[in-house]
C-alpha cells in the first residue's frame, strides 16, 4: 500500500459530489451546575445552531475571538464532544442533502412515515455520532486533529516513533521495520528525519512538535483535517514554515482541512472560505475574498479593523467597547447589538441593555432594587425610591442612552419607584444570502 | 524565563529506543543521586536491607523460629560490651544486636508488603475513579471518605485488636486502611492529566479507552504515588512498631517495636540499651525512605520542592 | 504615529534611558546562555520605542533588566549599564544614574515610581486574594504616602499617622489606630486613597471605578484587568512605562483598546514606553522607532517608517516577508529556514549567519557593528560595511 496517496484519490469525480462534513443546525450546550445538589439551573450556549458543509480539497477557515465556540465546535466535528442538538455529518452526498433539505422544509407533525424512514435511513449512514463498526471506523480514520498547543498534544513520555505511529498500530496497519519505515517517510514528509524517531517531545522545539503533531494526522492518509489554532503559539518565521508545510501537503494529498484561528492574517492566506462566529453562531460566510474585499456584517467589519494589516500603511486600529452577553443567557436577536458601532432599533435590545446601560450611571444602578422580568423585551424595574426612579425615567427618555435603544423602547412609564420599560421584540436573526453563497445575519444587509 | 534558548538538536548523536530510555534514567537518578542528603539515605536503607537479607549469616538463626527472639537466661540485663552480646541483653536475656538484625527483616517484609498492597488497590481505585469519572467516581470517593473520616491508626488498631495479637494481622489492618491516600492521590492526578491534548489525540487516534489509560493516562500519573510510596515505606514501620509496641504483635517477636516495649521497664533503672537501640533503628528507617523520598519529589515533581 | 513633545521631533529630544552594550548571561547546566549580549539603545522623552524579536531573542530580558528583575542565580548582569534620567534629574540638568549599580533600595524606589511595569498575563500579575482597590492602594502608599498625609490629615501628622501612610505600622499600632482619636484621621486617609485609585481608574475609560475597586481580580475580564495595571502602572505619573506584550493573551478586538488607551494616555501624562512585542504589525502601529533583536543582539533601529518602508538587515526583511498579508500567496510565505542559535558560549560571529543566505566568512567569524545609514537608521550586519566588496555579503530580492 502507498504511503502518500496522490492528490486524486482523495478528488476523484464520485468524491466532489458530496462534503466532507455537513453541519446542521449543530448546539453544544454545556449544563451550569449549582448547589449543593448540583442542579442543573441553566445552559452555556457555546455553540448555538451552526449548518455549513466543507467540500473535498477545499480549506474553511473558521475564525472569531475566545469565547466564540469556535474550538467547541472543532472538537465536535473531530468527534471528540458529542453535540447536544443538531447533526454532524460525515460524507454526505449532495443528493442525500438535497432529500434531507426537501423534508426538513416540512413541518415535522406533517412528515409521511416513508419521510422519517428515509431520514433516518440517511442519518444511520452518515451521522457520526450513530456510526458504528466498518462506519465508524471510516470516520475515525479519515478525520484527524491537530491541536495548537504543541507541548500538551504530545505524550511527554511517549518517542516520536511511538506517537507518530500508534495511528499506525491501533488499526494494525504495520508492526516492527515496515512501521518504522513508515513513520520515517511521515517524518520526512513534515521536514523532519531518521534521527528525531528515538528522541522525546520536550527535545524540540514548538515548530518541530507541530510537525510531529501534523505527522501524527497524516500517518493514516486522512481526508479530513481539523486544525485548531496551528500556529497560534508560534513565532512569526515558525509559522511561516508551517503555513507553507500545510499548503504543500494539502497539494500532494488532496487534504480538506479546516482551519480555525483568531488570526484573521492567518486564515486569509489559508482559507478559500471562511466563516465567522460570534458567541456560538455564524455570523458571515463566504469566500475569503468576499469577506475581506466586501465584509457584511459589523463584526467582521470590527475584527478586519482591530488586525493590523503589515502591508498597509493607514489604517488605524481600532477597537470595540461594550460588554459581551452571557453565553448562559444571550439576546434573542443579534448577539452583537450591544457592541456594535451601527446598531439600529430594530436589532433586539432587551431589558439586560437597559439594566447594563444602568450600570455605567453609578447611583443609578445603586438604587435598583428588583427587576420583575415579563419577557426579555418586557420588565418593570423597581427602585429604592421615587427620585431615582424619576431620575432613570427622565435619563432614558430625554437623556444619554444609546440612540438605537431608544429607538426601540415602546413603552416607559413610571408609578412611584417603579418604572415599566417594554422594547419592541424582535425574531431571531438568521443567514440569508447576499449574492452567491455569501452569507450574513445581519439586517443592515440582509433587509429582514 | 521564557526567553532562555535550550539546546538544539543537531548536536546530539542518535540512539536506538532502548539506549534513550536508559539514558533518561540514568539521568534521572543521576539528578536524584546528587543532592547529599538523599545520596546519604539511600546508602543507609541499601545497608539495612542488605543487612535483612544477609540475617541469617549474621547471627545464628533462633530455633525453631528465627523471628522469635533467643532467650538466655544466663545473660540477663546484660550491658552493652558484654561478650557475645555487644548491644547487651533484653530482660529475658535476648540478644539486642540479634532483635535489631533480625527486626529489619521484619520490618522490610512489613513496608514492602503494605506498601505493595496499597499501591496497587490505592491506584485501582483512584484510576477508576479518576478515569472513569461519573457514578463510579462518586460512590468510590464516597467509600474513600468513609474510610478518611476514621482516623488511620485507630482504625488500624481496632482491626488489629479484632484479629487478635499477630504481626501478620498488623500487616492485614495496615493494608486494609491505608491505601486511602494513594487513591486520592492518583484520582487527583487522572483528572488534571485527562485535561491534557494529548489524551484527546489519542482519542482521535481511535485507540481503546483501556489503552488510552494505560499508555497516556497513568504513566504521566504515578509520580505522586512514586514518591509517596517511598516515603510510607519509612513511616509504616513507624505505625507497625507503634501497633506492636502497645501489645498487638506477638510477645517475643524480634521486631523493633515490640524490643522497644520490652525495654521499657528498664530505662528507669538505668537498663537503656534495650530500648534505645531499637528506637534507634525505627528513627533510621524513617529517616532515611523520608531523605530518598524528598530527593525524588524534588526532582520529579519540582513544583512542591521542600526547600 | 509620530509624536511630538513640545513640537521636537524624536532625535532632538532628552534622553530618558540610554542602555549601552548590556549584557545578561544565564548560568545553564550546558554552559553560559548568553541571553543579552551586547544590546544598546537609546529611549527619549514622550516617544515609544518598539522592542521587537521572537522568543529566545531576549527582549523580554532586556526589558527586566531596567528594574532589575532578573532573579540573580542563574542570571547576571554580565555587562554594560541601563543609564536613566528622570524628569526631576532632567529639570535639575543632572546626569543619569545607573540602573543596574544603584543600591537596592533606590531601585526600589524607582520602581512603580519613576519607571512602571506591565506584564503579558494580567491575571498572573494581581494578587487574586485582595480586591482591586487594596492592589491599586498598596502603590500609593508606597511612592505617595507624602501627597496623602498632606492632603488628608493635618500640618505635621505624629509619627504614627506617618508610619500609616507608609504601611509601616507595626501590629500593636495598627490596633491602636482602630482607636477613636485615630481612627478618625484613618478613615481621611483611607478616603483619600481611593480617591486617587478612583480617579486612576478613571484615566483608563473605566466606567464604574467604584465597582471595580470592590471587585476580586477573577471577576473581571481579561481586558478589564489589563486596564487595572495600567492604572497601577500609570498611577504615579511615572517617566518611563515598560510594557511587555502587554496584550498577546487578549481578544484582538480588546487589543485594540488597550493599546488606543495606552496611546492616550502617554500623550497626556507625557511618559516613554518600552513597547515588547514580537508582533510586527502592532509595532508598526504604535511605535514611533523600531529596535530589531535577534539572539540576544540588536540587529536594526530606526524610525518606524524607515524601517517598513526600507528593512536592511536580512532578518528583519525575512521576518517581515514571513507575515501573511494581502500581497501573499498560499505556500509562498517567505520562511527563513533553520532554527534560533543555541546561546551557549557562543563564539564572535553574527548570530544570524546559520540561516542568512547572503552569509560569507566573515559573517560567521566576526561580531558585526551597528553602522548609521542615513538619518536614524542603523543596522548590524556586514553588508553595509564599507570596504572590500569580495568579502562582504551582497543582499537580494528575498525570495
Given at each position: 500500500m502507498t504511503v502518500v496517496s496522490s492528490a486524486a484519490s482523495h478528488l476523484s469525480e464520485t468524491v466532489a459530489e458530496r462534503a466532507v462534513i455537513s453541519l446542521r443546525g449543530v448546539e453544544k450546550h454545556f449544563p451550569i451546575k449549582d448547589g449543593a445538589l448540583q442542579r442543573v439551573v441553566g445552559q452555556v450556549r457555546a455553540v448555538d445552531g451552526v449548518s455549513f458543509a466543507i467540500r473535498p480539497g477545499e480549506t474553511v477557515g473558521l475564525v472569531g475571538e475566545s469565547g466564540c465556540g469556535k474550538t467547541t465546535l472543532g472538537r465536535c466535528i473531530s468527534g471528540l464532544a458529542p453535540t447536544t442538538g443538531g447533526k454532524i455529518y460525515f460524507r454526505l452526498g449532495d443528493d442525500a442533502a438535497a432529500?434531507?433539505?426537501?423534508?426538513?422544509?416540512?413541518?415535522?407533525?406533517?412528515?409521511?412515515?416513508?419521510?422519517?424512514?428515509?431520514?433516518?435511513?440517511?442519518?444511520?449512514?452518515?451521522?457520526?455520532?450513530?456510526?458504528?463498526?466498518?462506519?465508524?471506523?471510516?470516520?475515525?480514520?479519515?478525520?484527524?486533529?491537530?491541536?495548537?498547543?504543541?507541548?500538551?498534544?504530545?505524550?511527554?513520555?511517549?518517542?516520536?516513533?511511538?506517537?507518530?505511529?500508534?495511528?499506525?498500530?491501533?488499526?494494525?496497519?504495520?508492526?516492527?521495520?515496515?512501521?518504522?519505515?513508515?513513520?520515517?517517510?511521515?517524518?520526512?514528509?513534515?521536514?523532519?528525519?531518521?534521527?528525531?524517531?528515538?528522541?522525546?517531545?520536550?527535545?524540540?522545539?514548538?515548530?518541530?512538535?507541530?510537525?510531529?503533531?501534523?505527522?501524527?494526522?497524516?500517518?493514516?492518509?486522512?481526508?479530513?483535517?481539523?486544525?485548531?489554532?496551528?500556529?497560534?503559539?508560534?513565532?512569526?518565521?515558525?509559522?511561516?514554515?508551517?503555513?507553507?508545510?500545510?499548503?504543500?501537503?494539502?497539494?500532494?494529498?488532496?487534504?480538506?482541512?479546516?482551519?480555525?484561528?483568531?488570526?484573521?492574517?492567518?486564515?486569509?492566506?489559508?482559507?478559500?472560505?471562511?466563516?465567522?462566529?460570534?458567541?456560538?453562531?455564524?455570523?458571515?460566510?463566504?469566500?475569503?475574498?468576499?469577506?475581506?474585499?466586501?465584509?457584511?456584517?459589523?463584526?467582521?467589519?470590527?475584527?478586519?479593523?482591530?488586525?493590523?494589516?503589515?502591508?498597509?500603511?493607514?489604517?488605524?486600529?481600532?477597537?470595540?467597547?461594550?460588554?459581551?452577553?452571557?453565553p448562559a443567557n444571550p439576546p434573542e436577536g443579534c448577539r452583537f447589538h450591544t457592541r456594535c458601532p451601527v446598531a439600529t432599533p430594530a436589532c433586539g435590545w432587551e431589558v439586560d441593555d437597559a439594566v447594563d446601560w444602568l450600570q455605567t450611571k453609578e447611583t443609578l444602578l445603586g438604587a435598583l432594587i428588583d427587576v420583575e422580568r415579563r419577557t426579555n423585551f418586557d420588565a418593570t424595574l423597581v427602585f429604592h425610591d421615587v427620585d431615582s426612579a424619576a431620575a432613570v425615567t427622565t435619563a432614558m427618555a430625554e437623556g444619554d442612552i444609546p440612540a438605537a435603544m431608544k429607538g426601540a423602547l415602546a413603552n416607559l412609564a413610571r408609578d412611584g419607584t417603579k418604572v415599566r420599560i417594554s422594547l419592541t421584540p424582535v425574531e431571531p436573526v438568521r443567514l440569508a444570502d447576499v449574492g452567491g453563497q455569501h452569507l450574513t445575519s445581519c439586517i443592515l444587509h440582509t433587509g429582514l | 524565563m521564557t526567553d532562555v534558548v535550550g539546546t538544539p538538536l543537531s548536536a546530539a548523536p542518535v540512539e536506538g529506543p532502548l539506549a534513550v530510555r536508559l539514558r533518561r534514567f540514568t539521568d534521572l537518578a543521576r539528578q536524584v543521586l546528587r543532592n547529599k542528603t538523599t545520596l546519604a539515605g539511600l546508602i543507609v536503607i541499601v545497608g539495612m536491607v542488605l543487612v535483612a537479607f544477609l540475617a541469617p549469616v549474621l547471627t545464628t538463626p533462633n530455633v525453631p523460629d528465627p523471628y522469635q527472639m533467643p532467650r538466655d537466661w544466663g545473660a540477663l540485663n546484660e550491658p552493652p560490651g558484654t561478650p557475645g552480646h555487644i548491644l547487651g541483653t533484653t530482660s529475658d536475656g535476648g540478644d539486642v544486636l540479634y532483635g535489631i538484625i533480625w527486626g529489619s527483616r521484619v520490618s522490610l517484609r512489613l513496608s514492602v508488603i503494605v506498601v505493595s498492597v496499597t499501591v496497587t488497590i490505592g491506584v485501582i481505585v483512584g484510576s477508576l475513579a479518576g478515569f472513569l469519572g461519573g457514578k463510579i467516581d462518586e460512590i468510590l470517593m464516597r467509600i474513600v471518605d468513609v474510610f478518611l473520616s476514621i482516623p488511620e491508626l485507630i482504625f488500624a488498631l481496632a482491626i488489629a485488636a479484632v484479629l487478635g495479637p499477630s504481626f501478620g494481622n498488623i500487616i492485614l489492618a495496615l493494608s486494609m486502611v491505608f491505601w486511602v491516600k494513594y487513591a486520592r492521590i492518583i484520582r487527583g492526578q487522572i483528572i488534571h492529566v485527562k485535561q491534557n491534548e494529548y489524551v484527546d489525540a489519542a482519542r482521535i487516534t481511535g485507540d481503546s479507552r483501556f489503552n488510552i489509560f494505560l499508555k497516556d493516562v497513568l504513566p504521566n500519573s504515578v509520580t505522586p504515588v512514586m514518591v509517596q510510596a517511598t516515603l510510607d515505606m519509612g513511616s509504616i514501620v513507624l505505625v507497625g512498631a507503634t501497633l506492636s509496641f502497645i501489645g498487638l504483635a506477638e510477645a517475643g517477636l524480634a521486631e523493633w517495636g515490640v524490643l522497644v516495649s520490652k525495654g521499657q521497664v528498664g530505662i528507669s533503672t538505668g537498663r537503656w540499651w534495650a530500648s534505645t537501640f531499637p528506637g534507634l533503628m525505627i528513627f533510621l528507617w524513617a529517616l532515611a525512605f523520608n531523605l530518598v523520598g524528598d530527593g525524588l519529589r524534588d526532582v520529579l515533581d519540582p513544583k512542591t520542592e521542600s526547600r | 504615529?509620530?509624536?511630538?513633545?513640545?513640537?521636537?521631533?524624536?532625535?532632538?529630544?532628552?534622553?530618558?534611558?540610554?542602555?549601552?552594550?548590556?549584557?545578561?548571561?544565564?548560568?545553564?547546566?550546558?554552559?553560559?546562555?548568553?541571553?543579552?549580549?551586547?544590546?544598546?539603545?537609546?529611549?527619549?522623552?514622550?516617544?515609544?520605542?518598539?522592542?521587537?524579536?521572537?522568543?529566545?531573542?531576549?527582549?523580554?530580558?532586556?526589558?527586566?533588566?531596567?528594574?532589575?528583575?532578573?532573579?540573580?542565580?542563574?542570571?547576571?548582569?554580565?555587562?554594560?549599564?541601563?543609564?536613566?534620567?528622570?524628569?526631576?534629574?532632567?529639570?535639575?540638568?543632572?546626569?543619569?544614574?545607573?540602573?543596574?549599580?544603584?543600591?537596592?533600595?533606590?531601585?526600589?524606589?524607582?520602581?512603580?515610581?519613576?519607571?512602571?511595569?506591565?506584564?503579558?498575563?494580567?491575571?498572573?500579575?494581581?494578587?487574586?486574594?485582595?480586591?482591586?482597590?487594596?492592589?491599586?492602594?498598596?502603590?500609593?502608599?508606597?511612592?505617595?504616602?507624602?501627597?496623602?498625609?498632606?492632603?488628608?490629615?493635618?500640618?505635621?501628622?505624629?509619627?504614627?499617622?506617618?508610619?500609616?501612610?507608609?504601611?509601616?505600622?507595626?501590629?500593636?499600632?495598627?490596633?491602636?489606630?482602630?482607636?477613636?482619636?485615630?481612627?478618625?484621621?484613618?478613615?481621611?486617609?483611607?478616603?483619600?486613597?481611593?480617591?486617587?485609585?478612583?480617579?486612576?481608574?478613571?484615566?483608563?475609560?473605566?466606567?464604574?471605578?467604584?465597582?471595580?475597586?470592590?471587585?476580586?481580580?477573577?471577576?473581571?475580564?481579561?481586558?478589564?484587568?489589563?486596564?487595572?495595571?495600567?492604572?497601577?502602572?500609570?498611577?504615579?505619573?511615572?517617566?518611563?512605562?515598560?510594557?511587555?506584550?502587554?496584550?498577546?493573551?487578549?481578544?484582538?478586538?480588546?487589543?485594540?483598546?488597550?493599546?488606543?488607551?495606552?496611546?492616550?494616555?502617554?500623550?497626556?501624562?507625557?511618559?516613554?514606553?518600552?513597547?515588547?512585542?514580537?508582533?510586527?504589525?502592532?509595532?508598526?502601529?504604535?511605535?514611533?522607532?523600531?529596535?530589531?533583536?535577534?539572539?540576544?543582539?540588536?540587529?536594526?533601529?530606526?524610525?518606524?517608517?524607515?524601517?517598513?518602508?526600507?528593512?536592511?538587515?536580512?532578518?528583519?526583511?525575512?521576518?517581515?516577508?514571513?507575515?501573511?498579508?494581502?500581497?501573499?500567496?498560499?505556500?509562498?510565505?517567505?520562511?527563513?529556514?533553520?532554527?534560533?542559535?543555541?546561546?551557549?558560549?557562543?563564539?564572535?560571529?553574527?548570530?544570524?549567519?546559520?540561516?542568512?543566505?547572503?552569509?560569507?566568512?566573515?559573517?560567521?567569524?566576526?561580531?558585526?557593528?551597528?553602522?548609521?545609514?542615513?538619518?536614524e537608521h542603523s543596522v548590524a550586519c556586514f553588508a553595509y560595511e564599507s570596504g572590500d566588496r569580495t568579502e562582504l555579503p551582497t543582499l537580494e530580492q528575498w525570495v
Amino acid at each position: 500500500m502507498t504511503v502518500v496517496s496522490s492528490a486524486a484519490s482523495h478528488l476523484s469525480e464520485t468524491v466532489a459530489e458530496r462534503a466532507v462534513i455537513s453541519l446542521r443546525g449543530v448546539e453544544k450546550h454545556f449544563p451550569i451546575k449549582d448547589g449543593a445538589l448540583q442542579r442543573v439551573v441553566g445552559q452555556v450556549r457555546a455553540v448555538d445552531g451552526v449548518s455549513f458543509a466543507i467540500r473535498p480539497g477545499e480549506t474553511v477557515g473558521l475564525v472569531g475571538e475566545s469565547g466564540c465556540g469556535k474550538t467547541t465546535l472543532g472538537r465536535c466535528i473531530s468527534g471528540l464532544a458529542p453535540t447536544t442538538g443538531g447533526k454532524i455529518y460525515f460524507r454526505l452526498g449532495d443528493d442525500a442533502a438535497a432529500r434531507l433539505d426537501e423534508i426538513e422544509a416540512i413541518p415535522e407533525a406533517e412528515r409521511s412515515q416513508d419521510q422519517l424512514a428515509e431520514i433516518e435511513r440517511i442519518d444511520a449512514g452518515h451521522r457520526i455520532d450513530q456510526l458504528s463498526g466498518p462506519a465508524w471506523k471510516t470516520y475515525r480514520r479519515n478525520c484527524q486533529m491537530v491541536f495548537q498547543d504543541s507541548f500538551s498534544s504530545l505524550n511527554p513520555r511517549q518517542l516520536v516513533k511511538d506517537i507518530v505511529g500508534r495511528p499506525l498500530r491501533v488499526y494494525k496497519e504495520a508492526s516492527g521495520s515496515e512501521l518504522t519505515e513508515r513513520v520515517v517517510s511521515l517524518l520526512e514528509s513534515v521536514g523532519l528525519g531518521r534521527q528525531h524517531l528515538y528522541r522525546y517531545p520536550h527535545q524540540f522545539s514548538g515548530g518541530q512538535r507541530q510537525r510531529i503533531s501534523i505527522a501524527r494526522a497524516l500517518a493514516l492518509d486522512p481526508e479530513f483535517i481539523v486544525l485548531d489554532e496551528p500556529t497560534s503559539a508560534l513565532d512569526v518565521s515558525v509559522q511561516a514554515q508551517i503555513l507553507n508545510l500545510l499548503h504543500e501537503l494539502q497539494q500532494e494529498r488532496g487534504l480538506t482541512y479546516l482551519f480555525i484561528s483568531h488570526d484573521l492574517g492567518v486564515v486569509r492566506l489559508m482559507s478559500d472560505r471562511i466563516a465567522v462566529m460570534y458567541l456560538g453562531e455564524v455570523v458571515e460566510q463566504g469566500t475569503a475574498l468576499e469577506l475581506f474585499e466586501s465584509s457584511r456584517h459589523p463584526y467582521t467589519d470590527a475584527l478586519l479593523a482591530a488586525n493590523p494589516d503589515i502591508s498597509s500603511e493607514t489604517t488605524e486600529m481600532k477597537g470595540l467597547s461594550g460588554t459581551v452577553p452571557d453565553p448562559a443567557n444571550p439576546p434573542e436577536g443579534c448577539r452583537f447589538h450591544t457592541r456594535c458601532p451601527v446598531a439600529t432599533p430594530a436589532c433586539g435590545w432587551e431589558v439586560d441593555d437597559a439594566v447594563d446601560w444602568l450600570q455605567t450611571k453609578e447611583t443609578l444602578l445603586g438604587a435598583l432594587i428588583d427587576v420583575e422580568r415579563r419577557t426579555n423585551f418586557d420588565a418593570t424595574l423597581v427602585f429604592h425610591d421615587v427620585d431615582s426612579a424619576a431620575a432613570v425615567t427622565t435619563a432614558m427618555a430625554e437623556g444619554d442612552i444609546p440612540a438605537a435603544m431608544k429607538g426601540a423602547l415602546a413603552n416607559l412609564a413610571r408609578d412611584g419607584t417603579k418604572v415599566r420599560i417594554s422594547l419592541t421584540p424582535v425574531e431571531p436573526v438568521r443567514l440569508a444570502d447576499v449574492g452567491g453563497q455569501h452569507l450574513t445575519s445581519c439586517i443592515l444587509h440582509t433587509g429582514l | 524565563m521564557t526567553d532562555v534558548v535550550g539546546t538544539p538538536l543537531s548536536a546530539a548523536p542518535v540512539e536506538g529506543p532502548l539506549a534513550v530510555r536508559l539514558r533518561r534514567f540514568t539521568d534521572l537518578a543521576r539528578q536524584v543521586l546528587r543532592n547529599k542528603t538523599t545520596l546519604a539515605g539511600l546508602i543507609v536503607i541499601v545497608g539495612m536491607v542488605l543487612v535483612a537479607f544477609l540475617a541469617p549469616v549474621l547471627t545464628t538463626p533462633n530455633v525453631p523460629d528465627p523471628y522469635q527472639m533467643p532467650r538466655d537466661w544466663g545473660a540477663l540485663n546484660e550491658p552493652p560490651g558484654t561478650p557475645g552480646h555487644i548491644l547487651g541483653t533484653t530482660s529475658d536475656g535476648g540478644d539486642v544486636l540479634y532483635g535489631i538484625i533480625w527486626g529489619s527483616r521484619v520490618s522490610l517484609r512489613l513496608s514492602v508488603i503494605v506498601v505493595s498492597v496499597t499501591v496497587t488497590i490505592g491506584v485501582i481505585v483512584g484510576s477508576l475513579a479518576g478515569f472513569l469519572g461519573g457514578k463510579i467516581d462518586e460512590i468510590l470517593m464516597r467509600i474513600v471518605d468513609v474510610f478518611l473520616s476514621i482516623p488511620e491508626l485507630i482504625f488500624a488498631l481496632a482491626i488489629a485488636a479484632v484479629l487478635g495479637p499477630s504481626f501478620g494481622n498488623i500487616i492485614l489492618a495496615l493494608s486494609m486502611v491505608f491505601w486511602v491516600k494513594y487513591a486520592r492521590i492518583i484520582r487527583g492526578q487522572i483528572i488534571h492529566v485527562k485535561q491534557n491534548e494529548y489524551v484527546d489525540a489519542a482519542r482521535i487516534t481511535g485507540d481503546s479507552r483501556f489503552n488510552i489509560f494505560l499508555k497516556d493516562v497513568l504513566p504521566n500519573s504515578v509520580t505522586p504515588v512514586m514518591v509517596q510510596a517511598t516515603l510510607d515505606m519509612g513511616s509504616i514501620v513507624l505505625v507497625g512498631a507503634t501497633l506492636s509496641f502497645i501489645g498487638l504483635a506477638e510477645a517475643g517477636l524480634a521486631e523493633w517495636g515490640v524490643l522497644v516495649s520490652k525495654g521499657q521497664v528498664g530505662i528507669s533503672t538505668g537498663r537503656w540499651w534495650a530500648s534505645t537501640f531499637p528506637g534507634l533503628m525505627i528513627f533510621l528507617w524513617a529517616l532515611a525512605f523520608n531523605l530518598v523520598g524528598d530527593g525524588l519529589r524534588d526532582v520529579l515533581d519540582p513544583k512542591t520542592e521542600s526547600r | 504615529m509620530t509624536s511630538t513633545v513640545d513640537g521636537l521631533p524624536p532625535a532632538s529630544r532628552p534622553l530618558v534611558a540610554e542602555v549601552k552594550d548590556l549584557r545578561v548571561h544565564f548560568q545553564a547546566k550546558a554552559g553560559l546562555v548568553h541571553a543579552v549580549d551586547g544590546v544598546s539603545f537609546e529611549i527619549r522623552d514622550g516617544e515609544t520605542l518598539g522592542l521587537v524579536g521572537e522568543t529566545g531573542c531576549g527582549k523580554s530580558v532586556t526589558a527586566r533588566s531596567f528594574i532589575r528583575l532578573i532573579p540573580s542565580p542563574p542570571g547576571v548582569y554580565a555587562g554594560g549599564e541601563i543609564d536613566f534620567w528622570s524628569s526631576a534629574a532632567r529639570r535639575k540638568g543632572e546626569g543619569p544614574i545607573d540602573l543596574l549599580q544603584i543600591p537596592q533600595k533606590e531601585m526600589l524606589e524607582i520602581r512603580g515610581d519613576r519607571i512602571a511595569m506591565i506584564f503579558q498575563d494580567p491575571g498572573k500579575a494581581l494578587n487574586p486574594a485582595l480586591t482591586i482597590g487594596s492592589q491599586m492602594s498598596e502603590v500609593l502608599f508606597q511612592h505617595r504616602s507624602q501627597e496623602l498625609m498632606e492632603a488628608a490629615l493635618e500640618e505635621d501628622p505624629p509619627a504614627i499617622l506617618r508610619r500609616a501612610a507608609r504601611q509601616q505600622s507595626s501590629a500593636l499600632e495598627r490596633l491602636l489606630l482602630k482607636l477613636p482619636p485615630w481612627r478618625g484621621r484613618m478613615r481621611r486617609l483611607s478616603r483619600r486613597v481611593d480617591e486617587l485609585v478612583a480617579r486612576a481608574l478613571t484615566e483608563t475609560q473605566i466606567s464604574n471605578p467604584r465597582k471595580i475597586m470592590d471587585s476580586y481580580p477573577h471577576e473581571l475580564s481579561g481586558g478589564m484587568k489589563q486596564r487595572v495595571l495600567i492604572a497601577q502602572a500609570l498611577a504615579c505619573n511615572p517617566d518611563l512605562l515598560i510594557a511587555d506584550e502587554p496584550t498577546t493573551a487578549l481578544d484582538v478586538t480588546i487589543q485594540a483598546r488597550i493599546l488606543e488607551l495606552i496611546a492616550e494616555l502617554q500623550q497626556r501624562l507625557e511618559t516613554s514606553v518600552l513597547y515588547i512585542s514580537h508582533d510586527l504589525s502592532l509595532v508598526r502601529e504604535i511605535c514611533d522607532r523600531v529596535a530589531v533583536m535577534y539572539a540576544g543582539r540588536i540587529v536594526e533601529t530606526g524610525t518606524t517608517k524607515e524601517i517598513f518602508s526600507n528593512p536592511l538587515h536580512p532578518y528583519t526583511r525575512g521576518l517581515m516577508a514571513a507575515v501573511p498579508s494581502a500581497a501573499h500567496k498560499r505556500g509562498e510565505l517567505a520562511a527563513i529556514e533553520g532554527n534560533v542559535p543555541e546561546l551557549v558560549d557562543p563564539p564572535p560571529a553574527c548570530r544570524f549567519n546559520s540561516r542568512c543566505p547572503f552569509a560569507v566568512e566573515i559573517c560567521r567569524t566576526t561580531d558585526p557593528r551597528a553602522i548609521p545609514i542615513g538619518d536614524e537608521h542603523s543596522v548590524a550586519c556586514f553588508a553595509y560595511e564599507s570596504g572590500d566588496r569580495t568579502e562582504l555579503p551582497t543582499l537580494e530580492q528575498w525570495v
